[in-house]
Nanobody
Framework: QVQLAESGGGLVQAGGSLRLSCAADRSTFLNALMGWFRQTPGKEREFVAAIGRTGRIEYADSVKGRFTISRDYAKNTVYLQMSSLKPEDTAVYYC????????????????WGQGTQVTISS
């Protein structure tokens, strides 16, 4: 069973920063494309960022230049460093894993974490 556990969510003022973490099992971490998605009530889950097995990185246009995805091989953890946060960044953020080499589509991801709430106040 693949297990993904997000953490680091919370309440932050606009313009602030927050770092999300996704702890994965070793096999998943080493072999899978790891991605971050987010979802707000009444809206479709949307792609945020992804990092592939070879280090290829993708970002949604809405977060490019503000968010940074990275991975720590020693801790089997993927991070999403978020800065210059805006109220529209408020959402539940999900960590996901895929067998694909790259991708920004939810259909490509087979495993999902439970989500962590990020709330940005004005």
């Amino acid at each position: 069973q693949v297990q993904l556990a997000e953490s680091g969510g919370g309440l932050v003022q606009a313009g602030g920063s927050l770092r999300l973490s996704c702890a994965a099992d070793r096999s998943t971490f080493l072999n899978a494309l790891m991605g971050w998605f987010r979802q707000t009530p009444g809206k479709e889950r949307e792609f945020v960022a992804a990092i592939g097995r070879t280090g290829r990185i993708e970002y949604a246009d809405s977060v490019k230049g503000r968010f940074t995805i990275s991975r720590d091989y020693a801790k089997n953890t993927v991070y999403l460093q978020m800065s210059s946060l805006k109220p529209e960044d408020t959402a539940v953020y999900y960590c996901a894993a895929s067998a694909s080499a790259s991708g920004a589509r939810i259909e490509q991801y087979n495993y999902w974490g439970q989500g962590t709430q990020v709330t940005i106040s004005s």
